[in-house]
C-alpha cells in the first residue's frame, strides 16, 4: 500500500515563514505535488516535484528528496489568506494504465495577526 | 486555466434513494475523470479512475455496485450514489486530467465538489 505522512496542524503568525513536511511510501512514484484547500472548496495546485531539489514559485516553494521519500512545502511572508488546508500528493502508478493523484493526510494551517 | 463544474453543490435525500452527481470539463477534454471522497477535517480519499468510454477503476474498499460511475463523454462523468445511507453523507470531488496518460502529464483540475447529505 502507501502511506504519506503529514503534521495535522501548523500555527504561524502573518510575515513569518513556516514549513510543512510530508514523508510518503509508496511504490510506482512520478512525483509529488502540493494543493492549498480553503474550508468546503475546491483543492487548487500550489506545485509539482518530479526530480530532487527546490522549485520556486512566488512565495510558495517545494522541495524534494526522492532518495529520503521526503519533501516539504515552504511559505514565505505569510498573509491570513494562507489560512487553508495543505495537502500533500503523490502521483503514481500502481499497475494500471492511469497515473493517479493520491493524497496525504492533509496540514490544516492557521495564520494568526 | 481548466475549469471543472459539479451539479449539484449540495444535495440531501432520504436513506434508500439514490444521487446523481455530475462532473463536467467546461474548456477542455477530459480523457481521465477521478472521484474523491473527503469527510469532514480528512484527506481526499481517491475513490475511481474512468477513462472515457471505459469500465471504471475502484480503488479497494469501494463498492462498484453502490458507486456507479459514467464517463459517456470526454466533457462528462457522472458519480451516482445507489441505495444511500446516512453513511454515506460526504464532500464527493470530482478531478478531470486531459492529454496523456504519462507522468509528465500531473496536473489535474478538481471541481469546487457536491456536499451529500442522507437522512
Known amino acids: 500500500g502507501q502511506s504519506l505522512e503529514q503534521p495535522s496542524e501548523v500555527t504561524a503568525v502573518e510575515g513569518a515563514i513556516v514549513q510543512i513536511n510530508c514523508t510518503y511510501q509508496t511504490s510506482g512514484f512520478y512525483g509529488l505535488s502540493w494543493y492549498q484547500q480553503h474550508d468546503g472548496g475546491a483543492p487548487t495546485f500550489l506545485s509539482y516535484?518530479?526530480?530532487?531539489g527546490l522549485e520556486e514559485t512566488g512565495r510558495f516553494s517545494s522541495f524534494l528528496s526522492r532518495s529520503d521519500s521526503y519533501g516539504y512545502l515552504l511559505l514565505q511572508e505569510l498573509q491570513m489568506k494562507d489560512s487553508a488546508s495543505y495537502f500533500c500528493a503523490v502521483l503514481m502508478n500502481y499497475g494500471g494504465a492511469t497515473n493517479k493523484l493520491i493524497f496525504g493526510t492533509g496540514t490544516l494551517l492557521a495564520v494568526q495577526p | 486555466g481548466a475549469v471543472v463544474s459539479q451539479h449539484p453543490s449540495w444535495v440531501i435525500c432520504k436513506s434508500g434513494t439514490s444521487v446523481k452527481i455530475e462532473c463536467r470539463s467546461l474548456?477542455?477534454?477530459?480523457?481521465?475523470m477521478f472521484w474523491y471522497r473527503q469527510f469532514p477535517k480528512q484527506s481526499l480519499m481517491l475513490m475511481a479512475t474512468?477513462?472515457?468510454?471505459?469500465?471504471?477503476?475502484?480503488e479497494q474498499g469501494v463498492e462498484k455496485d453502490k458507486f456507479l460511475i459514467n464517463h459517456a463523454s470526454l466533457t462528462l462523468s457522472t458519480l451516482t450514489v445507489t441505495s444511500a445511507h446516512p453513511e454515506d453523507s460526504s464532500f464527493y470531488i470530482c478531478s478531470a486530467r486531459g492529454g496523456t496518460s504519462g507522468p509528465e502529464n500531473y496536473e489535474q483540475y478538481f471541481g469546487p465538489g457536491t456536499r451529500l447529505t442522507v437522512t
Open positions: 474512468s477513462n472515457e468510454g471505459s469500465k471504471a477503476t475502484y
Open positions: 474548456d477542455f477534454q477530459a480523457t481521465t
Open positions: 516535484n518530479a526530480l530532487d
